[in-house]
């Protein structure tokens, strides 16, 4: 306990307070919190810890910003406690709402992946335009405008190749495509 009181004092080395207790802890604390949040579908608790975490860090660090040489880190420090002071009622208030920041359930995943893949797929279809030495225009809108009509069915079946259980039925492609070139 004297350590943690230590700590709240800021009495550690501010390479201490930044390195290891602002960022290796944290990263050490959550990733078991992490696989039990996905194991017992409750990802929220990763999201408490850090709640409760960073302003204990925050008060911590800014105590302890300037027990170093340089006095410009110190400043650095500050400047850091202020940005994450700053992001705490963001996290409060998706804590409130029920929505974690470490929740990457299947769906958000697999629409990740899909939209990763139409990514992949259109410079696949650009590069092979361009060494068939098909004009492309430089405008992005004119770009995505050309793979819309020129390239949809192929964009469509590249995704499938990369996602075989992807159930690509005309509308849902066209729903896909429209939802990537905003139409």
Known sequence: MSLLNSVWRGEPRAWKLFWLWGVLYPCLLTIPMFIFGALTKFPLITDIFMVLYVPFWCVAMWRGAFNLNWTIFGYVCRLWVIFSVLYLPFMVIALVKGESMFDFNEDKLAALSVKAAVSVCENKLIRY????????????????????????DY?????????????????????????????
């Open 129 to 152: 335009w361009h060494d068939q030495g098909v004009q492309i225009p430089s405008d992005e809108q004119k770009q995505k405008e050309m793979l819309y009509r020129h390239g949809a």
């Open 155 to 183: 964009i469509a079946q590249c995704v499938k190749a990369y996602h075989p259980n992807l159930q690509l039925t005309p509308q849902n492609r066209d729903k896909l495509l429209k939802i990537r070139y905003q139409r």
